[in-house]
T-cell receptor, first 112, second 114 residues
Framework: DGGITQSPKYLFRKEGQNVTLSCEQN?????MYWYRQDPGQGLRLIYY???????QKGDIAEGYSVSREKKESFPLTVTSAQKNPTAFYLC???????????FGPGTRLTVT | QQQVKQSPQSLIVQKGGISIINCAYE??????FPWYQQFPGKGPALLIA?????SEKKEGRFTISFNKSAKQFSLHIMDSQPGDSATYFC?????????????FGTGTRLTIIP
């Protein structure tokens, strides 16, 4: 069953702690993306990666870090430097030359 | 910054009516315009998309109308059903997408009432 898996669905952390969100895809897509979704602001790109061991900052990369050690995996770390980390985080993937992005089910992160 | 402006922010339509969501863009280099549908607690899913070489694309009850000169495109949902209640996002992408990214609108929360 092909698709994108994000875990966990809900995540709670204390302020000051780093937290890593998982994203796995078995679609054999080259490109992967992380978005943040806040009410009334649509989807904002955090980081994207077009190939293993390479990634680029999106519009709101500050306070976040990523790695791309495997084609199928693109974990996102929300660091303590992110000033307002509570949000719904979406991972997506696409064929390198394609424009259709396929989204995972999302992780809702709450930091208190 | 490249922008895609979407309106309205929320929309209530009676069952059987037509839902219309509008988007406007600034970058004339955009050449791919998808619409995504998102249900609560889920990730967005591609609904329908259009390229600027056509003025309209229809898939079932969903139609995209595209006005290249006005730099506007819209989603029409005919015979709207309660199951269409969701948040809709328009987006735009320039060519050579491998080096660029989708720019999303801010979303429209659509509610279909009986």
């Amino acid at each position: 069953d092909g698709g994108i898996t994000q875990s966990p669905k809900y995540l709670f952390r204390k302020e000051g702690q780093n937290v890593t969100l998982s994203c796995e895809q078995n679609l054999n897509h080259d490109a992967m993306y992380w978005y943040r979704q806040d009410p009334g602001q649509g989807l904002r790109l955090i980081y994207y990666s077009q190939i293993v061991n390479d990634f680029q900052k999106g519009d709101i990369a500050e306070g976040y870090s990523v790695s791309r050690e495997k084609k199928e995996s693109f974990p996102l770390t929300v660091t303590s430097a992110q000033k307002n980390p509570t949000a719904f985080y979406l991972c997506a993937s696409s064929m390198l030359a394609g424009v259709v992005q396929y989204f995972g089910p999302g992780t809702r992160l709450t930091v208190t | 910054q490249q922008q895609v402006k979407q309106s309205p922010q929320s929309l209530i339509v009676q069952k059987g009516g037509i839902s219309i969501i509008n988007c406007a863009y600034e970058n004339t280099a955009f050449d791919y315009f998808p619409w995504y549908q998102q249900f609560p607690g889920k990730g967005p899913a591609l609904l329908i998309a259009i390229r600027p070489d056509v003025s309209e694309k229809k898939e079932g009850r969903f139609t995209i109308s595209f006005n290249k000169s006005a730099k506007q495109f819209s989603l029409h949902i005919m015979d709207s059903q309660p199951g269409d209640s969701a948040t809709y996002f328009c987006a735009a992408s320039p060519p050579n997408f491998g080096n660029e990214k989708l720019t999303f609108g801010t979303g429209t929360r659509l509610t279909i009432i009986p």
